[in-house]
């Protein structure tokens, strides 16, 4: 079967026409995805569980406001942190091999390891004593907020790149704004 367009009548093409193109030409959706009431059902799930849950943190926050103590003995401290670094050390180890093998997926344990780094920061800082308040100030600016922002940085330039690549997105929406191209 001979091909309708040619190499110079593709070049010609305006974007948006070559957009137009690649749209009718891909692989039709129902091959690869779910239905699409399933999908729209777990859009509706994820995003009332969402927004639930944060109009039920609120009165939450203010609760715990005004009725935490100052201070608090905490069971199982040693097993909290190294759990959360031990965590940490998964999330930047996966960044690092994902990143090394140039894997899209990095994306997601950087942004992860950034948040990560920051909640460190924070809880070294929140719960150091006073003579150890230098120390934890010290380490999260000079070291975790930093790498945090190097982690989610990336990973959003990353992101802003494939969807500045992707030959349906439209190069003049910007990328806080491009809608799933379902």
């Given at each position: 079967m001979a091909i309708g367009l040619t190499d110079t009548q593709?070049?010609?093409m305006s974007p948006q026409?070559?957009?137009?193109?690649?749209r009718r030409l891909r692989v039709l959706p129902e091959l690869r995805l779910p239905p699409p009431h399933v999908i729209?059902?777990?859009?509706?799930?994820?995003?009332t569980l969402m927004v639930g849950g944060s109009v039920a943190l609120i009165p939450w926050i203010v609760?715990?406001?005004?009725t935490l103590p100052d201070n608090y003995q905490a069971r199982n401290w040693p097993g909290t942190w190294v759990g959360f670094d031990l965590?940490?050390?998964v999330m930047m180890?996966?960044?690092?091999?994902?990143?090394?093998?140039?894997?899209?997926?990095?994306?997601?344990p950087a942004f992860g390891s950034g948040l990560l780094l920051l909640a460190d920061a924070w809880f070294d800082i929140m719960t150091a004593e006073p003579d150890d308040m230098w120390l934890s100030v010290l380490t999260g600016l000079g070291?975790?907020?930093?790498?945090?922002v190097l982690q989610i940085a990336g990973a959003l330039a990353l992101f802003r790149f494939?969807?500045?690549?992707?030959p349906l997105a439209d190069p003049s929406v910007s990328v806080w704004r491009q809608r799933f191209q379902i």
């Open positions: 593709i070049e010609q026409d070559r957009r137009d193109l690649i729209a059902r777990l859009r509706l799930v994820r995003l609760f715990l406001a005004l965590l940490l050390v180890a996966s960044t690092a091999y994902l990143g090394w093998r140039r894997r899209q997926l990095v994306m997601l070291a975790e907020v930093p790498l945090a494939t969807m500045l690549a992707h």
